[in-house]
């Protein structure tokens, strides 16, 4: 299996430009969690799908961030318009909700810079 | 509210000597613990996890971790570190209604020659 995907890997924009974060989740999971991790804050849940299903985004920061799952296989997020602040490593991850103990399997990562 | 503290945010060993990192928590049920491993520029990898059963759970990479309900605590060991295991580790407790996981802020390992 090739694990959670994630793209791009490194991007860097400029203040007030939209950002789209892009993820494939391993086949057969129905479980994605969007995490942003920064030095400050460490890891934080943004925003939680279960079938394609937004749970619960109460860590999504504001309405500049958007997540959708359009189907099983890929979701995006997005960051219109952008801010220095919101500059950090974005991750995402999927399980299978077989069980409630399952575990979270990663992605390598999205370094987002923005000037 | 749910939490989990680690208390190290950096520590330092020798190459060959044990290691014990600490995580407590405070969740009112019966927790889901986890330990995950953040190498650099990577993702975060699950070492181990405990949700039931025998209180020393062991993991990948020759850890483990017990779980100590009395103390809270979810205490991650292993005893031989190795250059490799230089990482960031998280605990994380699963919060059960929505599977959130709450996360400690990362224990920072480096590893002496």
């Known amino acids: 299996d090739a694990g959670v995907i994630q793209s791009p890997r490194h991007e860097v924009t400029e203040m007030g430009q939209e950002v789209t974060l892009r993820c494939k989740p391993i086949s057969g999971h129905n479980s994605l969690f969007w995490y942003r991790q920064t030095m400050m804050r460490g890891l934080e849940l943004l925003i939680y799908?279960?079938?394609?299903?937004?749970?619960?985004d109460s860590g999504m920061p504001e309405d500049r961030f958007s997540a959708k799952m359009p189907n099983a296989s890929f979701s995006t997020l997005k960051i219109q318009p952008s801010e220095p602040r919101d500059s950090a490593v974005y991750f995402c991850?999927?399980?299978?909700?077989?069980?409630?103990?399952?575990?979270?399997?990663f992605g390598p990562g999205t370094r987002l810079t923005v000037l | 509210a749910q939490s989990v503290t680690q208390p190290d945010i950096h520590i330092t060993v020798s190459e060959g000597a044990s290691l014990e990192l600490r995580c407590n928590y405070s969740?009112?049920?019966?927790?889901?613990l986890f330990w995950y491993v953040q190498s650099p520029g990577q993702g975060l990898q699950l070492l181990l996890k405990?949700?039931?059963?025998d209180t020393l759970v062991q993991g990948i990479k020759g850890f483990e971790a017990e779980f100590k309900r009395s103390q809270s605590s979810f205490n991650l060991r292993k005893p031989s570190v190795h250059w490799s295991d230089a990482a960031e580790y998280f605990c994380a407790v699963e919060t059960g209604n929505n599977r959130k996981l709450i996360w400690g802020l990362g224990t920072s390992l480096a590893v002496n020659p």
């Open positions: 799908f279960n079938n394609n299903v937004p749970i619960d």
């Open positions: 991850a999927s399980s299978s909700r077989a069980s409630s103990t399952d575990t979270q399997y």
């Open positions: 969740y009112g049920a019966t927790p889901y």
């Open positions: 405990y949700f039931s059963g």
